[in-house]
């Protein structure tokens, strides 16, 4: 039994590891020439300052006038930042292989209460300051489409790149007029396309996040997890609520800290997994697309009930041999276990040019058509083959639900197990096993 129950994962996991690969060389790929894990950190507004002042030094007995100066810049973060998303999933092929790629189509809004600008430290000195730059940093700057800033209601122009040394890539945007010592807004909007996973920097004083998606398999991760969310068949909604207290994003970002691509999450052994964040990145939250539903986890997870199918199968197989008194060859045995074999073979490849249901009707019948008529011959009729192929029809349709199901397989499986169980105590409930003859009811003796 045990021997059969591992042919089929050796022969599968030979042919999956390939095709894994490929499908993450695909993903790769498919990231290189369009846009890959997406990370958001914005806006943040930059003022670049500097102070000149007079000195006098006196060098070999002459008094000099040096001019020195002071350069420094101000980051601020908003003191209330409002981020609202749209995702639409637009899965990319390479032949027989996808990528989750997505466009979210994103609002920003953000409220600052700016201080004055700084004072001169030194005596005489004079601050001079550039007009402020408004800033957002993006992980992948060819995901960037129809990108509008409006500041104070006025409409802004774009220039590609930020000021950030460490998180240089994005786009900015010069304001018209010194913003220092009152509040002003700012609304962006964009189009941000990426692959696998999104993720959002908290850095304002207080940050909102709302995403929807018409994705029903998402994989939170990152720092946070959502304080509300709704899953459903035709997608997902959360939403996010952080203050500074909780996060220190905002501090990340004054520290020039390197904003990092990738959230903790990992959608299952045949699918893409996301990076996870080095040290010194700013902090972020966010969600994968993951694909439980690919045909290889799929396939994966039906290797995992291999053993109890096949032993499923062979008690079976040896309760029709008892109860009809039918005797099976060793190599009968092995013929039926090849067939077994074969329908996980056969599942992954059709999976690879069909959909996971349709190859699995397809396979399940296939197998269970030959061992009927299989069972026909060495049962000696067509009535008892077809019942033996109804049965093992029914073992696949059962294994097909708990493939189905994810987080309740495990009570399903003990409730067939149970199932099984007892239908083999009644059927054998009148057998001798010392003689492996039906027993007969002996007359009490007077003796």
């Given at each position: 039994?045990?021997?059969?129950?591992?042919?089929?994962?050796?022969?599968?996991?030979?042919?999956?590891?390939?095709?894994?690969?490929?499908?993450?060389?695909?993903?790769?790929?498919?990231?290189?020439?369009?846009?890959?894990?997406?990370?958001?950190?914005?806006?943040?507004?930059?003022?670049?300052?500097?102070?000149?002042?007079?000195?006098?030094?006196?060098?070999?007995?002459?008094?000099?006038?040096?001019?020195?100066?002071?350069?420094?810049?101000?980051?601020?973060?908003?003191?209330?930042?409002?981020?609202?998303?749209?995702?639409?999933?637009?899965?990319?092929?390479?032949?027989?292989?996808?990528?989750?790629?997505?466009?979210?189509?994103?609002?920003?809004?953000?409220?600052?209460?700016?201080?004055?600008?700084?004072?001169?430290?030194?005596?005489?000195?004079?601050?001079?300051?550039?007009?402020?730059?408004?800033?957002?940093?993006?992980?992948?700057?060819?995901?960037?489409?129809?990108?509008?800033?409006?500041?104070?209601?006025?409409?802004?122009?774009?220039?590609?790149?930020?000021?950030?040394?460490?998180?240089?890539?994005?786009?900015?945007?010069?304001?018209?007029?010194?913003?220092?010592?009152?509040?002003?807004?700012?609304?962006?909007?964009?189009?941000?396309?990426?692959?696998?996973?999104?993720?959002?920097?908290?850095?304002?004083?207080?940050?909102?996040?709302?995403?929807?998606?018409?994705?029903?398999?998402?994989?939170?991760?990152?720092?946070?997890?959502?304080?509300?969310?709704?899953?459903?068949?035709?997608?997902?909604?959360?939403?996010?609520?952080?203050?500074?207290?909780?996060?220190?994003?905002?501090?990340?970002?004054?520290?020039?800290?390197?904003?990092?691509?990738?959230?903790?999450?990992?959608?299952?052994?045949?699918?893409?997994?996301?990076?996870?964040?080095?040290?010194?990145?700013?902090?972020?939250?966010?969600?994968?697309?993951?694909?439980?539903?690919?045909?290889?986890?799929?396939?994966?997870?039906?290797?995992?009930?291999?053993l109890l199918f096949v032993l499923l199968t062979f008690v079976a197989v040896g309760m029709v041999e008892l109860l009809r008194g039918v005797r099976l060859h060793p190599v009968q045995y092995l013929l039926v276990g090849c067939a077994l074999a074969l329908f996980f073979l056969l599942l992954l490849s059709l999976s690879e040019h069909l959909g996971f249901g349709v190859s699995y009707a397809v396979a399940s019948t296939a197998c269970a058509g030959l061992l009927a008529a299989y069972g026909a011959q060495v049962?000696?009729?067509?009535?008892?083959?077809?019942?033996?192929?109804?049965?093992?029809?029914?073992?696949?349709?059962?294994?097909?639900?708990?493939?189905?199901?994810?987080?309740?397989?495990?009570?399903?499986?003990?409730?067939?197990?149970?199932?099984?169980?007892?239908?083999?105590?009644?059927?054998?409930?009148?057998?001798?096993?010392?003689?492996?003859?039906?027993?007969?009811?002996?007359?009490?003796?007077?003796?």
């Open positions: 039994f045990c021997g059969l129950s591992i042919l089929p994962r050796a022969r599968i996991g030979r042919r999956a590891d390939p095709l894994r690969g490929r499908a993450d060389e695909v993903r790769r790929d498919i990231e290189r020439t369009q846009a890959g894990r997406q990370a958001l950190l914005g806006p943040v507004l930059r003022t670049t300052c500097r102070e000149d002042w007079t000195e006098t030094e006196r060098r070999d007995n002459v008094t000099h006038t040096v001019t020195r100066r002071r350069d420094l810049q101000m980051d601020a973060t908003p003191d209330n930042l409002q981020l609202a998303g749209r995702v639409t999933m637009e899965p990319r092929y390479r032949g027989l292989f996808k990528a989750n790629t997505f466009v979210a189509a994103t609002t920003l809004a953000a409220t600052w209460s700016l201080p004055a600008l700084p004072a001169a430290e030194h005596p005489g000195g004079q601050v001079t300051c550039d007009l402020p730059v408004l800033a957002v940093a993006v992980s992948d700057s060819r995901g960037l489409r129809d990108v509008q800033i409006r500041f104070d209601g006025q409409a802004l122009a774009l220039r590609p790149g930020t000021p950030f040394e460490q998180h240089p890539v994005g786009f900015q945007a010069r304001l018209p007029a010194a913003v220092a010592g009152r509040t002003v807004s700012a609304d962006i909007t964009l189009q941000l396309v990426g692959s696998s996973d999104l993720a959002v920097a908290p850095i304002g004083e207080h940050t909102t996040v709302q995403l929807e998606a018409d994705w029903p398999h998402p994989s939170f991760g990152g720092r946070f997890l959502p304080t509300t969310r709704t899953v459903t068949d035709q997608g997902f909604a959360a939403g996010w609520t952080l203050t500074s207290l909780a996060t220190t994003a905002a501090r990340d970002v004054h520290a020039g800290a390197a904003l990092c691509a990738g959230i903790e999450a990992e959608d299952g052994p045949y699918g893409p997994r996301s990076e996870r964040p080095a040290k010194g990145c700013v902090e972020t939250f966010g969600v994968a697309f993951v694909d439980p539903v690919n045909p290889y986890a799929l396939t994966d997870r039906a290797l995992k009930y291999g049962l000696g009729g067509w009535r008892a083959g077809l019942g033996f192929g109804a049965g093992i029809g029914g073992l696949y349709g059962a294994l097909f639900v708990l493939l189905q199901r994810e987080q309740t397989a495990l009570v399903l499986g003990a409730i067939l197990l149970f199932a099984v169980l007892a239908a083999v105590m009644w059927a054998t409930r009148r057998v001798d096993w010392y003689g492996f003859t039906p027993s007969t009811p002996r007359a009490a003796s007077l003796d």
